[in-house]
Each structure stands twice: as C-alpha cells, then as structure tokens.
C-alpha cells in the first residue's frame, strides 16, 4: 500500500536553530515527490518537486533532498517566520496523478 | 489574483442542508481535485476531474457530489450535509499527471 509517513510530527526550533524534517515513503514507481508549506487556515504552497535519488532543491533557508526511500527538508538559520507546517505527499500508483499526503510536521521557530 | 479561487471562504450550515462550494482557476490547467482536511489526517483526496467530461471518485467520495462546469470550474456539493463533514475543503490544480497540484485557499466548512 503506498503511504507517506512524516517525523517530526512537531519541531520547536530556536530562531537560528538548524534541523531537518523527514519524509518517508512506500509507493511503487516513484514519480516525484512534492514539498508544501501550509499556515493555519490556508491552502498548501507549493515548494519543491524532487524526482529522482540524489536530487537537491534549495529555496532561501530551504533545502530539500531526496534518497530512494525518504526526503528531508533542511532548514538552516530558520526565522519565526518559517514557521508553518510542511507536507510532503507523492502520486500514488496507476494514472490517476493522486496525490498521497503525510500528515505534516508542525514547526514553530521561537525568537 | 489568485490563480485557484474558492467560494465562500466559510460557512456554516445545519443538518440535512444542501452546500455548494465552488472553485475557479485561471491556470489553464485540465486537471482539478477536491480534498478534505481533518486534524491529524491530512489531505484526503474527494473527487478529481480530468478534464469537463472525466469525472472520478476519491478515497472517500461518500456523502459527496460534483460537477465539471467548464475547464476552469469544479463544484462540490453535500447533498445532505451531517456533522461529521465539518473540515475544511481545498480545491487544486495540475496540468499533466506528474506535475506539482497548485491549491485554492481552501473552504471552512461547519455543519452544526
């Protein structure tokens, strides 16, 4: 069964405290994997598209890599604006493009 | 202005009320979606349209109707709305069936 699994499922950083949230996934035939960054009561926004093992995508403090079986999100030097909770999701199996989201890790970048 | 629009932002509603929710995008793209999110669920996948005459059920379509007015329009409806659909509703879009699904604002649906 494909799944995607997120950890932490909350982070509480010091602004300008590095970490890293993790993704892994279970889905046969990986055809991308999707970062998202989400602020209460909004819409998902669009932050990265890995596809393949070994790929790296960077976005100001951002930096998102990808392994054959997980995805990390590194967050360098984070601001208290960087919090957010971010997901991460890929297209299941067959043609039908669904995506299978995590349940998010919550972060909180205290001043 | 937004690319993925969504109507109304809330709403709350009774019982057994009939609830439209209705999404516009100007992205030109063929491919619209409807989730829901609960606390510590995520994102489940509604009902998806390929394009005005491709309609197909999500994960949990139960309880849930839509409708493919033009390729940029995609409505949800609850027939009969009941407590257990409060959440908030999100609407998305995508061009091909690998590319990133761009979300609306999302909905915030109460049914009392």
């Known amino acids: 069964e494909d799944q995607v699994t997120q950890s932490p499922e909350a982070l509480r950083l010091q602004e300008g405290e590095s970490s890293s949230l993790n993704c892994s996934y279970t889905?046969?035939?990986?055809?991308?994997l999707f970062w998202y960054r989400q602020d209460p009561g909004k819409g998902p926004e669009f932050l990265f598209t890995?596809?393949?093992a070994g790929e790296e995508k960077e976005k100001e403090r951002l930096k998102a890599t990808l392994t054959k079986k997980e995805s990390f999100l590194h967050i360098t030097a984070p601001k208290p604006e960087d919090s957010a909770t971010y997901l991460c999701?890929?297209?299941?199996?067959?043609?039908?493009?669904?995506?299978?989201f995590g349940t998010g890790t919550l972060l909180a970048v205290q001043p | 202005d937004a690319d993925v629009t969504q109507t109304p932002r809330n709403r709350i509603t009774k019982t057994g009320k009939r609830i439209m929710l209705e999404c516009s995008q100007t992205?030109?793209?063929?491919?619209m979606y409807w989730y829901r999110q609960d606390p510590g669920l995520g994102l489940r996948l509604i009902y998806y349209?390929?394009?005005?005459?491709?309609?197909n059920k999500g994960e949990i379509s139960d309880g849930y109707s839509v409708s493919r007015q033009a390729q940029a329009k995609f409505s949800l409806s609850l027939e009969s709305a009941i407590p257990n659909q409060t959440a908030l509703y999100f609407c998305?879009?995508?061009?091909?069936?690998?590319?990133?699904?761009?979300f609306g604002p999302g909905t915030r649906l109460t049914v009392l």
């Open positions: 999701a890929v297209p299941g199996g067959g043609a039908t493009n669904k995506l299978i």
């Open positions: 889905v046969s035939g990986l055809r991308g």
């Open positions: 992205k030109g793209h063929d491919r």
């Open positions: 890995l596809y393949s």
């Open positions: 998305a879009t995508s061009q091909g069936p690998t590319d990133t699904q761009y």
């Open positions: 349209s390929f394009d005005v005459k491709d309609i």
